[in-house]
């Protein structure tokens, strides 16, 4: 499975983006995809995962109520909302697929998700 992640760039204060991910070589089906990202010199932190077959939705703390994750299972895309974004949101965005029926507890560990798209990153500023 390859990632393509795409939509980052510069933005406001306040603004909005959305991240796009897309996956080829394997069609999206029974997964749990997330949204990781990295700011400099911190660690991967976890943004946002969505499970294919209900569509259950899960989010980082810092981030819950801002961004919403989504998905196109036609498309074969993934997407990332993001809304009032903040200084603090600055960082380059990883989205991640897994096919191995992570529980609860699993999908908000990097470690977990076995595949990796490029990233693309984001930038808050005035």
């Known amino acids: 499975v390859q990632l393509q992640a795409s939509g980052g760039g510069l933005v406001q204060p306040g603004g909005s983006l959305r991240l796009s991910c897309a996956a080829s070589?394997?069609?999206?089906?029974?997964?749990?995809a997330g949204w990781f990202r990295q700011a400099p010199g911190k660690e991967r932190e976890f943004v946002a995962s969505?499970?294919?077959?209900?569509?259950?939705?899960y989010y980082g703390d810092s981030v819950k109520g801002r961004f919403t994750i989504s998905r196109d299972n036609a498309k074969n895309t993934i997407f990332l909302q993001m809304s009032s974004l903040k200084f603090e949101d600055t960082a380059v965005y990883y989205c991640?697929?897994?096919?191995?029926?992570?529980?609860?507890?699993?999908?908000?560990?990097?470690?977990?998700?076995?595949?990796w798209g490029q990233g693309t990153e984001v930038t808050v500023s005035s």
């Open positions: 991640a697929v897994s096919f191995r029926g992570l529980i609860t507890s699993e999908v908000r560990r990097a470690a977990n998700y076995e595949y």
């Open positions: 070589g394997r069609t999206l089906s029974r997964y749990v």
């Open positions: 969505i499970r294919s077959s209900v569509g259950d939705t």
